[in-house]
């Protein structure tokens, strides 16, 4: 469970850290733009820091603020929104269509849907399309991928997976993804057979990832069994435009204790691996200030300090994330 201590003093200190960045702002921006990389065989660039509008969104309470920090976060160079259907049923959609409708053409849409079955899949996307203003999304991602069972109803032939390759074809959405942030061997498995064009998968210092031991969950922690191991390499072998979440852990990696780190460091650690943009909720305008101002002064981490930070963190906070983690389908 996370530390309610280690919580609150996340978020007081992201409010001080966004008082500064209120100030430096548009000389910082000026001086250091947003950082791009292309997302993988899509060919599409895309800012380091995409931002992720999942449950942190929804706590801006209403459209008006959900919207506002939406332009903020454009404003501030992030040009990638990741969504959901399963975000408020079509809530976050529909907030995130109010900004599309006037400013689509300046990001890269992402949005994920649940079902396994295609029929219904396809049903709520066509809605998904209404809600977010557009006549096409740039990704749809199969939304928090299981186990094998899992898998073998996403690929079944009245599946998800090729209800999306349809509408592919229908130019309704330009690439198809997987998201996972559960069992990094069945992602290996996924990335491995189907025709994907991106991947979203747990990418942090804690190394997360179950699989193996009762139940399938990893009893050691120095086992490193991880997202880093095995399913970002497969991804990295066939181009796969790869987006990193879960970074801090949602809140439970942040703190002064054992194993804590703040979210500098934590963004550093994930920007230094292979990947195109780390999606990041930020329920606070101050945190779209602070992460952008993260992002525009990254440096990669070297790698000795990435082994080290990692076995630290891994060490004090794996098994916690690996738990808390396998149901769970808020990015």
Same mark, same amino acid.
Not at 305 to 326: I, Q, T, Y
């Given at each position: 469970?996370? *530390? #309610? ?19 430096? /702002? ?13 997302? /993988? ?13 999942? =449950? ?19 404003? =501030?160079?992030? *040009? ?23 400013? #689509?053409?300046?990001?890269?849409? @992402?949005? $994920? ?8 899949? #396809?049903?709520?996307?066509?809605? =998904?399309? $209404? ?43 330009? %690439? ?19 025709? %994907? ?6 990418? *942090? ?80 305008? *101050?945190?779209?200030?602070?992460? @952008? ?16 930070? =990692? ?6 906070? $794996? ?13």
């Amino acid at each position: 469970m996370v *530390n #309610r201590y280690s919580r609150r003093e996340f978020l007081e200190k992201s409010a001080l850290a966004g008082l500064g960045a209120a100030a430096l /702002g548009s000389a910082a921006g000026a001086a250091n733009p947003m950082p791009t990389r292309v997302l /993988g065989k899509t060919g599409a660039r895309v800012s380091i820091l995409a931002l992720g509008c999942g =449950s942190r969104l929804l706590a801006y309470g209403t459209e008006e603020a959900a919207v506002e920090a939406l332009n903020l976060a454009l404003d =501030s160079g992030i *040009n990638y929104l990741d969504t959901a259907y399963g975000y408020g049923q079509g809530r976050s959609e529909s907030w995130v269509g109010q900004v599309a409708k006037t400013r #689509r053409k300046e990001f890269f849409l @992402a949005t $994920k849907i649940e079902p396994r079955d295609g029929s219904t899949a #396809r049903r709520i996307l066509e809605g =998904s399309l $209404k809600r977010l203003q557009t006549d096409q999304i740039d990704l749809i991602h199969v939304h928090a991928l299981l186990g094998a069972d899992d898998l073998a109803k996403i690929e079944a032939k009245d599946g998800v997976l090729n209800a999306l390759y349809k509408m592919r074809e229908e130019k309704l959405t330009r %690439f198809v993804g997987v998201t996972c942030h559960y069992d990094p061997a069945v992602l290996k498995t996924a990335i491995e057979r189907h025709d %994907f064009d991106c991947v979203q998968m747990a990418l *942090n210092a804690a190394l997360q990832g179950m699989t193996g031991g009762e139940h399938g969950m990893v009893l050691n922690p120095a086992i490193k069994t991880s997202f880093e191991g095995l399913a970002l390499p497969a991804a990295r072998q066939k181009n796969l435009g790869i987006l990193a979440m879960k970074i801090m852990g949602q809140e439970g990696l942040l703190g002064t204790g054992p194993g804590k780190s703040d979210p500098a460091k934590l963004l550093q650690y994930t920007w230094s691996l292979p990947v195109a943009a780390a999606v990041v909720g930020m329920p606070k305008p *101050n945190m779209i200030r602070q992460n @952008a101002l993260f992002a525009r002064s990254f440096v990669p981490m070297p790698k000795d300090e990435m082994r080290d930070f =990692s076995r630290r963190v891994s060490g004090a906070n $794996k098994l916690a994330l690996d738990l808390r983690f396998r149901d769970h389908v808020d990015c």
